[in-house]
């Protein structure tokens, strides 16, 4: 019975202990499942936190771009404020511009057609021929009666050129102002090239009878001095170049018949060659009068010489007398009084002679007189 009581409570005990193990290892069990269960939450809470960092570095990294995409977005809109700005005022510029162009284009557009029906007039033409070459004459340095004269008059009844300009030494250059228009200013304005070609051709025979008219009015045969030539100014240089591309022998003809055709560059050329020519001759005029200066004053200086010469001749022989009396004056009368106050003949002065006077008076430049004239 006791064995039996022993027995059981030796397997109560076990079953108890079992028991007891078990619940402890149940227990182990939960609570290292609880351990790695919390491990995993912090591995995970580790990841996150490592997931909000690295947000957070976006974050920041997103928020500086930001900043900057901020800062050139001002920039840009300054920018094109400014852009903005300056497009209204270059517009307000250019609409002005364009008021300013049609205002122009209209006085040029009315200039023109006053300048076509001044034109259209000789007169006129004549008129603007001169003044063009009165552009000239400014330009090229000569001076009006000292070097040219305009609307020369020759004999009573005889043709006058329109300027006359005087050559340095005598001789005249005869200058002649033609304005040739019509026809060219015709054809300017022709679309159909037939038309125009016409009118360029006569516009070529216009000049040509311009250089005959020229030829028959006879300058030359009115002056000895004159140049055997008369220039036939064109105040236009396309109405020479033009008129040459359709009458290649135009300016041998001119030559033949002792014309020179000049436009406003050759005319400059040649009346700053004339210029160039006046100023030769007047270095050339000032030395020669420069030299009879220099003969005139040699000639004074000689005179001059004569005088000093004459007078240290004379001088030198008032010295020379001088110095004779006083010799005399000192041997026989100084002397004399001496040898009479040794004898005690009482004198109230001295009658001693203090050096030589001729020498205090013996100027300086006696020497080189008395050189010059040996």
């Known amino acids: 019975m006791d064995v039996v009581a022993l027995i059981i409570g030796v397997a109560l005990g076990l079953a108890i202990g079992f028991a007891y193990a078990m619940r402890v290892k149940s227990r182990g069990a939960a609570a290292e499942a609880a351990l790695l269960q919390s491990q995993g939450r912090i591995d995970q809470l580790e990841k996150h936190n490592a997931d909000l960092t690295g947000q957070n570095q976006q974050q920041s990294e997103l928020k500086q771009l930001f900043e900057t995409t901020t800062q050139q977005l001002q920039t840009l809109s300054v920018a094109a404020s400014d852009a903005d700005r300056r497009r209204a005022e270059a517009e307000q510029r250019i609409q002005t511009l364009i008021e300013e162009s049609k205002t122009t284009n209209a006085n040029l557009s009315t200039g023109v057609q006053q300048l076509v029906a001044a034109m259209a007039k000789g007169q006129s033409r004549g008129r603007w021929g001169e003044m063009q070459l009165e552009q000239l004459l400014r330009h090229s340095g000569l001076e009006e009666g000292a070097n040219y004269s305009r609307q020369d008059v020759r004999d009573e009844g005889a043709l006058r050129p329109d300027l006359v300009v005087f050559m340095p030494g005598g001789g005249e250059v005869l200058i002649d102002s033609k304005f040739p228009w019509d026809a060219y200013f015709e054809a300017m304005g022709k679309e159909d090239a037939a038309e125009k070609l016409s009118l360029l051709q006569k516009h070529a025979k216009d000049l040509g009878a311009r250089v005959n008219e020229l030829s028959k009015k006879q300058y030359t045969s009115t002056s000895n001095v004159t140049p055997d030539f008369v220039v036939l100014f064109l105040p236009l240089e396309p109405l020479l170049s033009t008129a040459l591309d359709h009458d290649g022998l135009l300016l041998e003809t001119a030559f033949g018949k ?18 160039f020519a006046w100023s030769r001759h007047d270095l050339a005029v000032n030395a020669e009068k420069i030299r009879d200066l220099g003969a005139e004053m040699l000639n004074r200086l000689g005179k001059m010489v004569e005088y000093f010469n004459a007078h240290g001749k004379n001088l030198r022989r008032a010295i020379d007398s001088y110095n004779d009396m006083l010799s005399s004056f000192d041997s026989r009368v100084v002397k004399q009084a001496e040898r009479m106050q040794q004898l005690g003949v009482p004198a109230s002065k001295s009658l001693a002679l203090e050096g030589e006077l ?3 008076v013996h100027h300086p430049r006696t020497a080189a007189l008395e050189a010059g004239d040996a």
């Open 358 to 360: 001729a020498n205090d």
């Open 258 to 275: 002792k014309i020179i055709i000049a436009t406003p560059t050759t005319m400059l050329g040649l009346l700053r060659t004339i210029s």
